[in-house]
């Protein structure tokens, strides 16, 4: 029986309610919203604080059982990238004081804050509540930098400023892999006793097998075709343009293929992709594989996960993941993955199990990758039932679970800083 009533999380810079795929949101927008409903279940309320983006968005909205999504006014609803964010922060930080100030004394047992700019806010409610912060950091300024994408924009000192400001002052830091805790350890300095790892999960209900032959006929696709599917925003981080020019070498070294090959690309663009929202498909014309190449728009969860199960495998070419939360989708719905050795994919992904890790972002490599598997029936049947037993240990009641631990421990006196 856990002793964590009501839990207040902030999610500024990203609503859990903006649909996957396109401008910031993503993965962490899937995160809060479903570890949010499964500790509900679990007799948690949760609060989550979140930006207002335009004036038609109502004050709460009620997200689920014990789940309420607060929409904050912090500066122009609209035309504020996430670099601009930081100077809202007084604004935020001061709503979200006031609202609680309107509430008996005591409201919140924890604070568990989303990405650098939450944690910000996250450490003065911590202060003022007299709660413990929990702080997931879901991506990092150091390690991006690192593995910079062609064409990208590297993060700002600012930012990595107040990571470690973060890092300091969270009692508790969660982290998604064993990779990412040693990264905040020998990144951040973190104290490694105050770090945790709890990987993310799946909604095994949701992201589960489909009839191939039908579901493709539903989505337009061919049913003998060869479907190498993309499924994220469109920016460079996630790599997009390494599928498209895996594809091309494939294509010129067997021109037979062109007739069969189909590649979805699942997502609108983000980020830095934001500056040029035609890129892509620019590439993929001067690639000479515009015609095999299809761009669709986000998706919902329910039809994200038709997509996979339509594909003979999905390719994650991405710099870097602090956990890969598409690869585990879509092998949950028994689709072997493709996808990058980065960050928390290789353990996401188990390579010869229930997909395949590429070391390099070379073309000519994914596209021997890409190659072995449609070409190989056996090894892509194989693949798909190790995929489908792999995602199964990945569930987001696991995941809540192991976060009221975290938060449970966050709240013992040897945890708080001194």
């Known amino acids: 029986m856990t002793s964590i009533g009501r839990v207040a999380m902030i ?30 279940r679990r007799g948690v309320e949760v609060d989550v604080f979140t930006r207002a983006t335009t004036s038609a968005l109502p004050p709460t909205v009620v997200a689920g059982d014990g789940v309420q999504v607060h929409h904050v006014a912090a500066g122009p609803y609209e035309g504020l990238a996430k670099e601009e964010l930081p100077g809202q922060l007084c604004t935020f930080a001061r709503e979200v004081l006031r609202a609680e100030a309107s509430q008996p004394l005591g409201h919140y047992d924890a604070v568990h804050s989303h990405y650098w700019l939450s944690g910000q806010v996250g450490a003065l409610a911590r202060d003022r509540w007299g709660v413990p912060l929990i702080h997931s950091m879901h991506t990092m300024a150091k390690v991006k930098n690192a593995a910079l994408a062609d064409g990208d924009t590297p993060e700002p000192d600012g930012r990595i400023i107040g990571e470690e400001q973060v890092v300091e002052a969270a009692d508790m830091l969660i982290a998604n892999t064993d990779i990412e805790a040693r990264q905040l350890v020998d990144l951040y300095d973190a104290d490694p006793a105050r770090v945790e790892v709890v990987h993310p999960g799946v909604d095994l209900e949701v992201f ?4 191939r032959a039908a579901t493709r006929r539903a989505l337009g696709l061919p049913e003998d ?17 390494v599928l498209l020019r895996a594809v091309a070498v494939m294509l010129a070294e067997t021109p037979g293929l062109r007739s069969r090959l189909v590649v979805p690309v699942v997502g609108g663009p983000s980020g830095s992709g934001l500056e040029h929202p035609e890129s892509l498909a620019e590439l993929a014309a001067e690639l000479g594989v515009a015609d095999v190449v299809r761009f669709v728009p986000p998706v919902e969860q329910a039809e994200l996960a038709q997509w996979c199960s339509a594909a003979d495998l999905v390719a994650v070419p991405s710099y870097n993941e602090s956990f890969g939360l598409v690869a585990a989708e879509a092998q949950a719905t028994g689709t072997p993955v493709v996808a990058a050795a980065v960050g928390g994919l290789p353990t996401v992904v188990s390579d010869g199990v229930s997909g395949l890790l590429v070391d390099t972002h070379d073309p000519r490599d994914w596209a021997g990758a890409l190659r072995r598997l449609i070409s190989d029936d056996d090894l892509r049947e194989r693949l798909s039932t190790g995929a489908y037993e792999h995602a199964a240990e990945f569930s987001w009641e696991r995941t809540a679970e192991a976060t009221l631990d975290v938060y449970e421990a966050a709240r013992r006196p040897a945890a708080v800083p001194a």
Request: avoid cysteine; charge should be positive; glycine fraction near 12%.
């Open 225 to 241: 075709g060869h479907v190498l599917l993309f499924a994220g925003r469109l920016q460079p981080l996630k790599a997009p343009d």
């Open 208 to 211: 589960r097998p489909h009839a």
């Open 11 to 40: 999610s500024l810079h990203t609503s859990p309610l903006d649909q996957p795929g396109t401008g910031d949101a993503g993965g962490m927008n899937v995160y809060v919203i479903e570890l949010a409903r499964r500790l509900a």
